[in-house]
């Protein structure tokens, strides 16, 4: 699935902030986030945090290491997670959760012709 790059129509900083908080709060893995957000970085060239929450969570995964369980665990080097680590081949898992929440974010939706028609008016 192709996705047509076009202007985001969320605010990092609450999707930055809603994720150090779960994170923190143990209702989402580091590691997901982690690989979903290096995934659309390195693969698809879509940021959907800001750099300094990436290096966060890499440096709270570093940090909590022994703690940390995921399936995917392996495939992030624990001493490279702030450089931006390109994981050589991302799970389906990954793509496909990746995928889903561009989709929930509206990333790559196109404009109703209402909208459109709004948008030559101003």
Same mark, same amino acid.
């Given at each position: 699935?192709?996705?047509?790059?076009?202007?985001?129509?969320?605010?990092?900083?609450?999707?930055?902030?809603?994720?150090?908080?779960?994170?923190?709060?143990?209702?989402?893995?580091?590691? %997901?986030?982690?690989?979903? %957000?290096?995934?659309?970085?390195?693969?698809?060239?879509?940021?959907?945090?800001?750099?300094?929450?990436?290096?966060?969570?890499?440096?709270?995964?570093?940090?909590?290491?022994?703690?940390?369980?995921?399936?995917?665990?392996?495939?992030?080097? +624990?001493? %490279?997670?702030?450089?931006?680590?390109?994981?050589?081949?991302?799970?389906?898992?990954?793509?496909? %959760?990746?995928?889903?929440?561009?989709?929930?974010?509206?990333?790559?939706?196109?404009?109703?012709?209402?909208? +459109?028609?709004?948008?030559?008016?101003?």
């Amino acid at each position: 699935m192709k996705i047509k790059k076009t202007k985001l129509e969320w605010n990092k900083e609450t999707l930055d902030e809603k994720v150090k908080s779960r994170v923190v709060n143990g209702v989402v893995s580091p590691v %997901a986030w982690w690989l979903i %957000a290096s995934y659309l970085y390195y693969v698809k060239n879509i940021s959907i945090m800001k750099d300094e929450t990436f290096d966060w969570l890499g440096k709270w995964i570093k940090d909590n290491w022994d703690r940390i369980e995921h399936p995917n665990k392996s495939l992030i080097q +624990r001493d %490279a997670t702030f450089s931006g680590y390109y994981v050589r081949r991302y799970p389906l898992r990954v793509q496909g %959760a990746s995928i889903q929440l561009l989709e929930e974010l509206g990333y790559g939706r196109r404009k109703t012709s209402s909208t +459109r028609n709004r948008n030559r008016q101003c």
